[in-house]
C-alpha cells in the first residue's frame, strides 16, 4: 500500500481548489442586491456573519464563495429564501434589482404613496426619461 505524503496532498488540493464560477457570482449579486434593499452597509452586514467588510466585498463580487453558515443569517436579516438566493423562483418572485442606494430610497417612498401619487410620479419619470 503506498503512503500518502502530506505535503504532496495538500499542495494537490491547493491546484484542484475550485474557484468562485459563474453560479458563485449570481449569488453574489443576490446577497449585494438584498443587503442594499435592507439599508446595510458592508460592514453592517459583516458584524451580522462575524466577519470584515472586505470578506463581505469578496462575497458580493463572488471571489470568495459564502459559508454555508452564513445562509440561515441571510435568510433572517436580508429577507432571501433558498429559492431566492439559489436562483430557483418563478420570474413573476423575483424582486426587480435594484442597483443603487437611490434606487432603494425611491422604490421605499413610491410604495408608501398613495394610488394617485404612485401615477403622477410614474408620468413624471417617463417624462423625464423620454418614453411613452
Known amino acids: ?5 502530506p505535503m504532496s496532498l495538500a499542495a494537490s488540493m491547493e491546484r484542484t481548489k475550485r474557484r ?8 453574489a449579486a443576490v446577497v449585494r442586491e438584498a443587503r442594499v434593499r435592507a439599508h446595510l452597509t458592508q460592514s453592517d452586514l459583516g458584524r451580522l ?3 470584515t467588510f472586505q470578506q463581505v466585498q469578496k462575497y458580493e463580487t463572488g471571489t470568495n464563495r459564502l459559508p454555508a453558515s452564513a ?9 432571501l429564501t433558498p429559492e431566492l438566493l ?8 423575483r424582486p426587480v434589482p ?3 442606494r437611490a434606487s432603494v430610497e425611491l422604490t421605499t417612498i413610491f410604495d408608501r404613496l398613495d394610488g394617485d401619487r404612485q ?3 410614474m408620468r413624471i419619470a417617463r417624462e423625464l426619461d423620454g418614453s411613452r
Do not use: N
Open 49 to 51: 456573519l462575524g466577519v
Open 1 to 5: 500500500m503506498a503512503k500518502l505524503d
Open 20 to 27: 468562485a464560477g459563474d453560479y458563485d457570482q449570481r449569488i
Open 86 to 93: 439559489f436562483g430557483q423562483a418563478e420570474p413573476s418572485d
Open 71 to 79: 445562509y440561515p443569517i441571510l435568510f433572517r436579516e436580508l429577507g
Open 98 to 100: 435594484l442597483r443603487s
Open 119 to 121: 401615477s403622477l410620479l
